[in-house]
């Protein structure tokens, strides 16, 4: 027993500058890659878009057709340009979000979120939950 602690002993604190130091480790390494390799970055991608005049919607249509972007439009530019062509783009945005049964709300005065099929959009309106027929809600504090 003493002579396998004294073999222990000499591998674990042999010399640097012994010639056969380290040559046991040598077989039994593992390369680590240090360079990963790029896989697509997110399944969801939230991305902007600036709407100047009507053809700029043609970007945010084509990535909400994807079905992976979440778009954020702002209107400020084409809303203080041309109101009518403001009107124009929004209905052209609400029906390709009606194709692809995704969602479209307003926020502030300048924006609007548009969403695909599987995001909604909370209105931050809160509605009273459902009770299923024949039960009864009792309130335990009387």
């Known amino acids: 027993m003493a002579s396998g602690f004294f073999n222990i002993k000499e591998k674990l604190f042999k010399s640097k500058r012994d010639p056969s130091y ?18 697509p970055r997110a399944k969801i991608l939230i991305k902007p878009f600036v ?21 954020l439009v702002n209107i400020r530019p084409i809303k203080e ?3 009518v062509e403001l009107k124009r ?5 609400k029906k390709t979000c009606d194709a692809i049964g995704g969602d479209i709300a307003g926020f502030g005065d ?33």
Do not use: C, M
């Open 110 to 142: 300048d924006w609007i979120v548009v969403t695909p099929s599987f995001a909604v959009v909370d209105r931050g309106t809160e509605t009273p939950v459902q009770q299923p027929a024949g039960s009864t809600v009792v309130d335990e504090d009387e």
């Open 22 to 39: 380290g040559d046991e480790l040598h077989d039994e390494y593992v390369e680590v890659d240090s360079v990963k390799e790029k896989g």
């Open 89 to 93: 783009a929004v209905n052209k945005i």
């Open 51 to 71: 709407i100047e005049e009507f053809t700029d919607i043609k970007p945010a249509l084509d990535a909400l057709r994807e079905g992976t972007t979440i778009a």
């Open 81 to 83: 340009k041309d109101i």
